[in-house]
């Protein structure tokens, strides 16, 4: 189950303009040469760090795209692997030619959802939650 840190906590409770938080996916399936990455309510891409262990690009910059989306908080439950519904507005041209790879290769689609306190963009402020 992920853990918060005190930051998010703390942005969560007080609601600071200085403490935004941007909500991320980072999207995979097999036939993807790399990751798709997506970061909501932005005018333009955005850079965030990966954290050090992650199954991709772990301890990396790497640029999402701002692209329209919106996620339930995913839904965790003991024995089960989290889950939630994801809508994604308006696929960027740039997500377009990995959702036809992926249209040919019989695989489950894994989501990894993270959000970024504006303070500290180099590391989530907690665990991604992961959803197949």
Same mark, same amino acid.
Not at 93 to 122: H, K, N, T
């Given at each position: ?8 906590? +703390?942005?969560?409770?007080?609601? @600071? $303009? *200085?403490?935004? %938080? ?52 995913? +839904?965790?439950?003991?024995?089960? @692997? $989290? *889950?939630?519904? %994801? ?46």
């Amino acid at each position: 189950m992920p853990t918060h840190s005190e930051a998010l906590l +703390e942005a969560y409770a007080s609601c @600071p $303009p *200085s403490a935004r %938080i941007y909500q991320t996916l980072e999207v995979w399936h097999p036939s993807f040469a790399q990751a798709a990455r997506v970061v909501a309510n932005v005018g333009d891409d955005m850079t965030f760090g990966i954290e050090a262990g992650a199954p991709r690009d772990g301890g990396s910059i790497v640029t999402f795209i701002a692209c329209p989306f919106r996620a339930d908080y995913p +839904e965790q439950r003991e024995g089960q @692997p $989290p *889950s939630c519904k %994801i809508w994604i507005d308006n696929v960027a041209r740039e997500l377009v030619p990995q959702i036809r790879a992926a249209l040919g290769v019989r695989a489950y689609i894994d989501v990894l959802y993270r959000e970024y306190l504006g303070s500290d963009l180099p590391s989530p402020p907690m665990a991604p939650c992961n959803s197949s």
